[in-house]
């Protein structure tokens, strides 16, 4: 996607953090945006602000976890706008404990908001986007922790990143040839409020004891601002790039991942069965 202005952008999880600088910065390349969030308070502040700004906004209040809700989030947007062309799921949650500590609980909790809402963004507006015929592009937000694994306090956050990156090339090797383009968004330390996340737990999950603000309030304090890795997002879409790596110093910590994985194929290649 080279031209964005006049394009209609939906973004979940848009209240705050990523989505609501992703969605400032589609409003400021001339986009039509629709502001999506679990919170749909927070959306509509977002939305109005936007509108405020001289750019077309809408607030859905949509809870990512419920397929229905999605799809009916992709109804209001063709409806609304009559179209739609950049579609971010980036809807996400995070808590802290290693895996073998977190409950059946937290295991389901984040694969359902960090998956699952993945999958169903994709259900939801892919066969719609393939209909339209006017090509459009997926981003779907998961983390540097998708490919480099951040950590024994983070153990189920970054298996449901690894997931969206699974997911998200499965996906990208099948709409290629519906002219729409896939981005997996892999960023490391943003400036967000995720660490805070456990507001939009589910009651009936529970609440777990524990807070993040002690180990990772400084990297998402100091972060980069979500409104800049909204610009690496505009210049990844045009360029048409299947990671949107926004942290480039983190090469070579991926880089010493994957030689450790090159290592045991090493490994199995000088075994004799």
């Given at each position: 996607?080279?031209?964005?202005?006049?394009?209609?952008?939906?973004?979940?999880?848009?209240?705050?953090?990523?989505?609501?600088?992703?969605?400032?910065?589609?409003?400021?390349?001339?986009?039509?945006?629709?502001?999506?969030?679990?919170?749909?308070?927070?959306?509509?502040?977002?939305?109005?602000?936007?509108?405020?700004?001289?750019?077309?906004?809408?607030?859905?209040?949509?809870?990512?976890?419920?397929?229905?809700?999605?799809?009916?989030?992709?109804?209001?947007?063709?409806?609304?706008?009559?179209?739609?062309?950049?579609?971010?799921?980036?809807?996400?949650?995070?808590?802290?404990?290693?895996?073998?500590?977190?409950?059946?609980?937290?295991?389901?909790?984040?694969?359902?908001?960090?998956?699952?809402?993945?999958?169903?963004?994709?259900?939801?507006?892919?066969?719609?986007?393939?209909?339209?015929?006017?090509?459009?592009?997926?981003?779907?937000?998961?983390?540097?922790?998708?490919l480099l694994p951040a950590g024994p306090?983070?153990?189920?956050?970054?298996?449901?990143?690894?997931?969206?990156?699974?997911?998200?090339?499965?996906?990208?090797?099948?709409?290629?040839?519906?002219?729409?383009?896939?981005?997996?968004?892999?960023?490391?330390?943003?400036?967000?409020?995720?660490?805070?996340?456990?507001?939009?737990?589910?009651?009936?999950?529970?609440?777990?004891?524990?807070?993040?603000?002690?180990?990772?309030?400084?990297?998402?304090?100091?972060?980069?601002?979500?409104?800049?890795?909204?610009?690496?997002?505009?210049?990844?879409?045009?360029?048409?790039?299947?990671?949107?790596?926004?942290?480039?110093?983190?090469?070579?910590?991926?880089?010493?991942?994957?030689?450790?994985?090159?290592?045991?194929?090493?490994?199995?290649?000088?075994?004799?069965?």
């Amino acid at each position: 996607m080279q031209d964005l202005e006049g394009k209609v952008a939906v973004i979940t999880g848009a209240g705050a953090g990523i989505g609501e600088g992703l969605a400032e910065t589609f409003a400021a390349e001339g986009m039509k945006v629709v502001v999506s969030d679990i919170e749909g308070d927070k959306a509509e502040g977002v939305s109005a602000r936007l509108r405020d700004q001289g750019a077309e906004a809408v607030a859905v209040q949509t809870d990512v976890t419920d397929r229905a809700a999605v799809e009916a989030l992709a109804e209001h947007t063709l409806r609304h706008f009559g179209a739609v062309h950049l579609v971010c799921n980036n809807a996400g949650v995070c808590l802290g404990a290693s895996a073998h500590e977190s409950s059946d609980a937290d295991w389901e909790w984040l694969f359902r908001v960090n998956v699952h809402g993945v999958i169903h963004g994709c259900q939801a507006f892919i066969p719609r986007l393939i209909e339209q015929g006017q090509g459009g592009h997926i981003v779907n937000t998961a983390s540097i922790g998708g490919l480099l694994p951040a950590g024994p306090i983070l153990g189920v956050y970054t298996a449901t990143k690894a997931a969206v990156v699974g997911i998200s090339e499965s996906y990208a090797n099948s709409i290629e040839p519906h002219g729409i383009g896939l981005s997996i968004l892999c960023p490391a330390g943003v400036a967000t409020d995720l660490i805070h996340a456990e507001r939009n737990r589910p009651p009936e999950l529970g609440q777990r004891e524990g807070d993040l603000e002690d180990i990772l309030g400084p990297m998402f304090d100091d972060g980069m601002s979500p409104r800049m890795l909204g610009q690496w997002v505009v210049r990844a879409v045009r360029d048409g790039r299947r990671f949107i790596f926004s942290h480039p110093e983190m090469r070579e910590a991926v880089q010493g991942h994957f030689d450790q994985i090159l290592a045991d194929f090493d490994w199995a290649e000088k075994q004799s069965l």
